[in-house]
């Protein structure tokens, strides 16, 4: 049975590296006592040794092992034989790239779909959509497809912002920029504020933490969803 | 000899369609009586028809004619034998997906390199860069390439916002994300704050508006430039 934690960031204003997910995942990670951690978004540039120094760093204050995958000389295999991974943020450009150039989509989906509990943060929560194409980040390198996992039938945008309205900004809006992209793509969006959650279990999908999430689906009004909301069969 | 006019944005916010640049722009086109507009980045999902009256619009103010690239035939030969070029904005990937789509890069290359005078706004602005590695724009397509007209020895970042002092917001800041295009790219970005735009006279690159730019280059903390500063030996 699928069990996923995806969320919007890592990072909440104010508090350490996952500080505010850390009583979820003793929960979520009750039966794990060694994570593999996907390095590969790189963060600001971080080296996939430095990225992992920092992950397990605060796994350490729950009493769980972090080995990055870049230790492993089988990726694969290590996917196949982790009792749990987690995927951080970065760049989602360079993270995707980076799992088609090694083929490890396919393999991850397998883990997923078989009951491998996987954290996502950011990058590594945009990559469970069916595609990438909602991600904020910067095309700083060409992955050869857009389409990722596929473990959720709609895509994330992470890091969801509201439009400022005292901006004099023109830059498009968060909101104006899932609009175009439903003139190309149908799969719902779920705009996933910053401590917003979702919680998969087999094919259970509930919004997760204090904050509404907004809902975007292809020709209509985009809409607000709270806290223990199910989302099952957004599509 | 080149001829570009390359402008982050192409309004400003409290004025019209490119209302501040209209001065610039009879200036700019004084030899040219109609100009050929490419539509193609679609800004909010608009029909090609639909944004090329907008277009029409604002420069009826200047009396230039505007024909859309999509009321023509045969688009290569409409570039090669326009007196003028126009490229407004909208989604970066949409664009560059149509211009590799119907082959068209090699022959706006041509077409600026050898003179036609060429306004780009915003993803306009953006592939007269090496790549378009550095847009903000979300992935709702995924064109073969990200390289594109080179006509510049240099990346642009249309829209530059400066980080907010007072944002809770983590996802990353547009400064954080050009470093990150540094771990992969060399060339030197321009971060173009709206309002900026560059005037480009053969190779002479010159930083115009009443602004200053931010500038990039790899392994250099960023720095700032003042209006009219030389930019011809950027890279």
Known sequence: MKKLLIASTSTLHGSGYL???LD???HFFKSTKTIVFIPYARPGGLSHEEYTKI???AF???QKNIIGLHEFEDPKQAINQAEGIFVGGGNSYVLV??????DLLDTLKVALDSGTPYLGTSAGSNICGISMGTS????IVHPQSFETLGVLPFNINPHYLDPNPDSKHMGETRETRIKEFHCYNKQAVI???EGSFLSVQGKQITLKGALNARIFEQNKTPYEIEPDSDLSDLR
Chains 1, 2 share one sequence.
């Open 19 to 21: 500080d505010y997910l």
């Open 24 to 26: 979820e995942l003793i």
């Open 55 to 57: 992950v397990q760093k």
């Open 60 to 62: 350490r204050k729950i």
């Open 97 to 102: 790239d980076q799992l088609y150039k090694i």
């Open 136 to 139: 904020n980040d910067m095309p």
């Open 191 to 193: 705009g996933l504020r």
